[in-house]
């Protein structure tokens, strides 16, 4: 009993570790099979041949092979309960498989449709900002045209790019002046288009308008940065900052399109990390 129990031990093992393949475990489990069977019905002929010889083998002998008869029964036995368990596991692994497969599915279609749907919203967003522009052309409210001549003055100053960006990244950042500091940035663009910084003032402007809660209008502008400039290094920030613009205007499922958006497409930045918490924070909320 012991050497077949050493023999399918490691099998069962193996095959429970997917080392073998379902077929190959199958075909060892019915060789083993085989084998037992073989050896009882050789036992069981050899005990029939010396009860028909009376003076045949002693008693001793026929105990043995009697022991021997039943030690394979119960191998035999063994082996069959363990051949169907494996069976069983085996039929347990293919359903698990193909539930995997069909949760796995409804993710991804699930994530597809968000996309869509978080591409037709940006679309939206971007003919009703056009539609403002325009309107605002025809009907510029004469403190728009006083901001717009004040601009140009400073556009038209004698200081250099840098003090006009810092000036303007300045009312941003620390003095919440977000319109002021806005109109700043714009005339910079419009006076130095090809400058270094000209990306950076582009995305600053976004997070201008967020201040000013034009959630829409942000969204819009970090998406300028996005699509134009992919390869900077705002862009991260920038699509990080559209995913709260999203949340800001209580729009969680396309937020967390965005927050995903920024893990992967962007995965070693300091901003996915941040997306991750974020992911987390909607998910219990």
């Known amino acids: 009993m012991k050497p077949i129990q050493l023999l399918t031990v490691p099998l069962l093992l193996l095959v429970l570790a997917g080392c073998l393949p379902p077929s190959q475990s199958q075909l060892r489990m019915e060789m083993d099979l085989e084998e037992m069977k073989r050896r009882l019905a050789q036992v069981e002929q050899g005990n029939a041949e010396i009860l028909q010889d009376g003076g045949g083998p002693s008693r001793q002998q026929i105990e043995a092979l009697s022991r021997q008869q039943a030690e394979l029964q119960s191998g035999l036995d063994t082996l069959r309960v363990e051949f169907q368990s494996i069976y069983g596991r085996l039929d347990d692994l293919a359903r698990e498989n193909q539930q995997r497969g069909d949760d796995f599915g409804l993710v991804r279609e699930d994530l597809g449709m968000q996309v869509s749907a978080l591409e037709e919203r940006t679309m939206k967003l971007?003919?009703?900002?056009?539609q403002q522009q325009k309107a605002a052309v025809v009907q510029q409210p004469a403190e728009q045209v006083a901001s717009a001549s004040s601009t140009a003055k400073i556009a038209s100053s004698a200081d250099s790019a840098e003090q006009l960006y810092k000036q303007g990244l300045d009312?941003?950042?620390?003095?919440?002046?977000?319109?002021?500091?806005?109109?700043?940035?714009?005339?910079f663009i419009k006076q130095y288009p090809k400058h270094d910084l000209l990306v950076n003032a582009v995305y600053w402007i976004g997070e201008a308008l967020y201040g000013e809660k034009e959630y829409e209008r942000a969204i819009l502008q970090f998406q300028d940065v996005i699509q134009r400039y992919p390869n900077h290094p705002k862009a991260a920030s920038a699509m990080f900052k559209q995913a709260f613009s999203f949340k800001s205007l209580g729009d969680n499922r396309n937020a967390l399109t965005t927050f995903q958006k920024v893990i992967n497409t962007f995965p070693k930045s300091p901003e996915a990390e941040n997306a991750k918490q974020q992911i987390e924070a909607l998910s219990k909320g």
């Open 126 to 130: 971007e003919q009703r900002l056009e």
């Open 171 to 187: 009312k941003i950042r620390n003095q919440q002046q977000y319109a002021a500091g806005r109109q700043q940035l714009e005339g």
